[in-house]
């Protein structure tokens, strides 16, 4: 969900920051190929990752490329978009790919289905508050704002995992 909201947010606001720098939409769909690119090209890479190093691992890997993809795009709003874009898709990629293979993996066949359902309902709904939010927080505080709350929405999931007793 984390994973969503922050791709989605940062994703949906980039054809207008480009916009907003004078750039035509040719720019916009360069970047937004970029990330489809990230989102489904590596998903075999990240199916390895999880079949290697497990899937919360993947699910890790995921949150801290999409922070990174949320740092790119703060301190290179424009040109180094492609670059962040790209890593956007591929957190969620590594995200997404890590966080099924936890689910199939770990529940019984019986639940599962009406679990998954449960969870893509929830994912998808975080789509569409993602993208709606993200229009607000561009408006108050431009694209800064919406990559800084992209990154920590990305973040969040690993400062809530970390072991009690490591705190």
Do not use: C, K
Not at 13 to 24: D, E, F, S, V
Not at 38 to 55: E, Q, V, Y
């Amino acid at each position: 969900v984390a994973a969503q909201l922050a791709m989605v947010a940062v994703m949906t606001m980039t054809p207008l920051q480009l916009q907003g720098h004078g750039h035509g939409l040719d720019a916009v769909g360069w970047v937004l190929s970029a990330h489809m690119i990230g989102m489904f090209a590596l998903a075999p890479l990240s199916g390895r990752i999880a079949d290697r190093w497990g899937p919360a691992v993947t699910v890790n890997a995921g949150l801290g490329v999409l922070a990174l993809a949320a740092a790119t795009a703060l301190a290179t709003p424009t040109t180094g978009l492609p670059v962040a874009l790209f890593l956007l898709g591929y957190g969620w990629n590594l995200a997404f790919v890590g966080g099924s293979a936890q689910l199939s993996r770990d529940l019984a066949p019986e639940t599962r289905s009406r679990v998954q359902g449960t969870v893509d309902a929830v994912v998808w709904s975080a789509s569409a508050l993602a993208g709606l939010g993200s229009g607000q927080l561009f408006a108050g505080g431009g694209y800064a704002l919406v990559a800084v709350v992209g990154g920590v929405l990305a973040l969040l999931p690993l400062a809530l995992l970390v072991p009690r007793g490591s705190r």
